[in-house]
């Protein structure tokens, strides 16, 4: 997440930070290059890959790609994990990373586009509906528990940034979703509310909502929603560590993914109306009702969001577990293989999906 969205210059800085999905700009160097272990894009010769479409209860279409190990019989009956992305990006953006390396340990994995982004349906694009979100989780434990390869009461899931907070909403009103891993989890709710830390307090919260009705004037007149400008293409000179830990990934081909009919503009941005709705996401709430089905949360050393990972531990019941990575960010565990702990989340998946 852009801190930007957490300090009170305006409006377009004080809700809720955004990721990016983003274009390549002329003279930009790949940060691949300069960035260890940074592997967004790893493809992998033991695994097949499938697109795939299935409808959620609201009957949009949800896409994904279905990881499949080699060799694996038709009729295996093997444990699934579903993979979703970071808030504001795609399939294609760390989501493929993790369901590919899942996929090569032995587990049929499913990266889905949730609803409003990528190649999902809903419009208008990039709306925030944190409630269909998480009913994207479930409509992928409806696809994956129809599989004649897949054992339905052996499905987990994986949320990564913004996700985690989907994945845990889904979890708690949808037990066939057996054993649940965050990494990088942002609240997306907390933050919209009071920002990283705490550091936007109620007025501005106010004014934020206030903002974003009387814009509602417009866009019922127009028609046509007023997008924010998060994450810019090109590096301010002043811009902030979070800002630039962003810009590395999504702003230069180390993560760079553009969805087929998006323009640069609306790529990265949602819009001010909708920003708003995460106010109201409470995905903390009753957290400890998922219990006993267990719980992991990972989080960089180093990460701006660790205490997102930090409060849900705090509120979840037996069994969970929160697992630090020494000397990471953030953005690290997007998409740096040399600090993702792929076996742990192996571990953690294979023995709480027995």
Known sequence: MNKKGFISRSFAVIGAAVLGIVSATAGVASAKDIVEGADNFYKSDKVTVQKVSFNNQYRMKVVGNLFIPKGLRADAKSPAIIVGHPMGAVKEQSSNLYATKMAERGFVTLAIDLSFWGESEGQYRNAVLPDVYAEDFSAAADFLGT????????????????????????????????????????????????????????????????????????????????????????????????????????????????????????????????????????????????????????????????????????????????????????????DRVNYIPFDKLATFFTEKLK
Do not use: W
């Open 147 to 334: 599989r004649p390869f897949v054992d339905r009461k052996r499905i987990g899931v994986i949320g990564i940034c913004g996700s985690g907070s989907f994945a845990i909403s889904a979890a708690k009103i949808d037990p066939r979703l057996k054993a649940i891993a965050t990494v990088s989890m942002y609240n997306m709710g907390a933050a919209a509310r009071s920002g990283l830390k705490h550091s936007q307090t109620v007025e501005q919260r106010k004014k934020m909502v206030e903002a974003a009705a009387e814009q509602r004037y417009a866009e019922f007149t127009s028609g046509k929603p007023k997008f924010l400008n998060y994450l810019p293409v090109k590096l301010g000179e002043n811009a902030d560590p979070i800002t630039r830990e962003f810009h590395d990934f999504y702003r230069t081909p180390r993560g760079i993914h553009i969805p087929e009919g998006m323009t640069l503009e609306q790529t990265q941005n949602r819009a001010l109306t909708s920003e708003v709705k995460f106010v109201n996401f409470y995905p903390f709430n009753d957290i400890e009702t998922i219990s006993p089905r267990p719980m992991l949360f990972i989080a960089g050393e180093t990460a701006h969001s660790r205490e997102f990972s930090e409060d849900a531990y705090q509120l979840a019941a037996e069994p969970k577990e929160l697992y630090i990575v020494p000397g990471a960010g953030h953005v690290d565990l997007y």
